[in-house]
């Protein structure tokens, strides 16, 4: 009787023993499976991003200056294909094949203004800044030598996220920045503040409306810090 009671008690220790391990590998598996889901959640979430980068960057579309004397049809061709817009001298010849090119493609083809000597802003050196966008940036530039301004020490910055670049430059660099949204905005902020820093809402102005601000802007009084 004694051997029997002892039996059971071993089977009864035995189920037991037998459940804890059960349990045991339960939570185990359980968490194995979380940690493999979650691990295929973030790869699903990187990926996903990834290819929203691509098309964002596929979507985006650039403007370009072109200094070429005769705009060809390999000119055109020769673009990136997120290229919307082109700017060309005033005196440039464009070809026929050039324009037919330019119009499958959706470009728009611009010429620059040469403003007339008695027209011309000061020759205050400006440097143009574009962190995202550095052809437009580009573009700018060469519009402004086409208009006779030269690149220096000045600094307009293009950007998309205009309010967060004017905090940067006020809060990290210690200049006095103002954001840019209409022309109107140009000769009310340098009253007021005397600006070091111009910075261009490009969500609002576009290539043309920029390159005329920043000719307004180099008439405006600047203060070296």
């Known amino acids: 009787m004694e051997r029997d009671g002892d039996c059971g008690l071993m089977k009864t220790e035995h189920d037991r023993h037998t459940q804890k391990l059960n349990a045991s590998e339960s939570v185990n598996i359980a968490e194995i499976v979380r940690q493999v889901l979650a691990r295929l959640d973030s790869i699903v ?4 991003k990834t290819q929203n980068t691509g098309l964002a960057t596929q979507n985006q579309k650039i403007s370009a200056a072109l200094t070429d004397k005769i705009i ?6 020769a673009l990136s294909k997120q290229t919307s817009q082109i700017f060309v001298s005033p005196t440039a010849i464009i070809t026929p094949s050039a324009r037919d090119d330019a119009r499958g493609r959706d470009i728009e083809i611009q010429r620059t203004v040469q403003l007339p000597d008695g027209q011309q802003p000061d020759q205050q ?7 995202a966008q550095p052809e437009r940036a580009q573009a700018v530039r060469q519009q402004l030598a086409f ?3 030269t690149a220096g020490t000045g600094k307009i910055v293009l950007s998309e996220t205009p309010a967060k670049e004017v905090h940067f430059q006020c809060a990290r660099n210690n200049e006095v920045a103002v954001m840019i949204g209409s022309y109107n905005d ?7 503040l005397t600006p070091t820093v111009w910075v261009l809402d ?5 290539i043309s409306a920029a390159v005329n601000a920043v000719s307004q802007i180099s008439k405006t009084r600047r203060v070296d810090r």
């Open 125 to 131: 050196k400006i440097e143009i800044i574009d962190y």
């Open 186 to 192: 140009i000769q009310r902020f340098s009253d007021e």
């Open 147 to 149: 208009r006779g301004i």
């Open 45 to 48: 979430e990187t990926k996903n």
């Open 72 to 77: 060809t049809s390999r000119t055109i061709q």
């Open 202 to 206: 490009m969500q609002r102005l576009t």
